[in-house]
């Protein structure tokens, strides 16, 4: 049988980590592995530094706008 893909939206983890790598990979430069590494960083650090980084992805899209 051959392994799932993630992004057919299946991961040992479970749909909520496998969404987390699709958004990650929609990032420029990086790719599924990065994408894997860096889900795997929010996974295991403590859960004030990944709500920090969400935070600061929320404040930064709330306050801060092109020119256009």
């Not at 993630?6 to 430069?29: K, M, T």
């Not at 403590?46 to 306050?63: C, S």
Request: glycine share 8%; with cysteine.
């Amino acid at each position: 049988m051959p392994p799932r893909r993630i992004e057919d939206g299946h991961h040992p983890f479970g749909p909520a980590v496998a969404r987390l790598i699709g958004q990650f990979s929609n990032l420029p430069g990086i790719g599924r592995k990065t994408a894997e590494r860096l889900a795997h960083h929010i996974l295991t650090c403590r859960e004030e530094e990944a709500l920090a980084l969400a935070d600061a992805i929320r404040e930064v899209k709330a306050t801060i706008h092109q020119c256009k």
